[in-house]
């Protein structure tokens, strides 16, 4: 017995021969295709732009975090030449972690060398700490880290703020991303000028001041 293929309506075959052909298309855009340009990291140009308009280098730009601290806004601002320091301040004690970054290093010779806080003339004790340095001195206590061709230090007063809670925020030093850009530098752009409004203009005619007098002066 001889049996009839059968034989699928055009209208049926047609959209599956597209839709092969699609996908084989989709396929050969991948792998045989041009390879994607990486994505640009988080934040970059914003950071660049932002830093430099603080007159900041961007490299020197970091930020941290530790339980209860939030930062101060009005204490961003240039370390130096071209450093950069932010203060994070505990709303229930206001106590204050400061996060000071500046060009430098930092070795076994020149840590009692270089006083805590920035307070010249004062003794400093140097205790290695992992790849940090914990320091005293003046009241104040610090970690330092040093980074390639720069120092990043989180500091505070001893009475105010315990060890293991200026070890952790220095541990969490980092560079911003891009919402932490956006958090922790003021904008590049200039505000906008706010016109300021006189009392003493009329609101009509050309808007000239109402210098009239009356009558007896």
Not at 44 to 65: D, F, I, K, N, W
Not at 99 to 119: K, M, N
Request: net charge negative; hydrophobic share 40%.
């Amino acid at each position: 017995m001889i049996r009839h293929a059968r034989v699928l309506p055009v209208l049926v075959l047609a959209p599956l021969l597209l839709t092969a052909c699609g996908s084989e298309k989709a396929g050969d855009a991948g792998p045989s295709g041009p390879a994607s340009a990486p994505a640009a990291a988080p934040g970059t140009g914003e950071l660049a732009s932002r830093a430099q308009a603080m007159g900041v280098a961007p490299e020197l730009v970091y930020v941290t975090e530790a339980p209860g601290f939030t930062l101060a806004q009005q204490s961003v601002g240039v370390l130096g030449d071209e450093g950069f320091s932010a203060t994070w301040v505990d709303g229930g004690t206001n106590a204050l972690l400061r996060l000071a970054v500046d060009r430098g290093t930092i070795t076994v010779g020149t840590c009692p060398e270089q006083p805590v806080g920035d307070i010249p003339g004062e003794h400093t004790t140097c205790e290695r700490d992992g790849k940090a340095w914990y320091r005293t001195g003046a009241g104040r206590h610090e970690y330092a880290l040093p980074e390639e061709g720069h120092v990043v230090r989180v500091s505070a007063e001893q009475d105010a703020v315990p060890r293991d809670v200026l070890r952790a925020a220095a541990l969490a030093a980092h560079r911003p991303d891009a919402a932490e850009t956006d958090r922790l530098l003021p904008s590049a752009e200039p505000a906008p000028a706010t016109p300021v409004e006189r009392g003493d203009l009329p609101p009509f005619g050309d808007g000239a001041p109402d210098n009239h007098v009356d009558v007896g002066g």
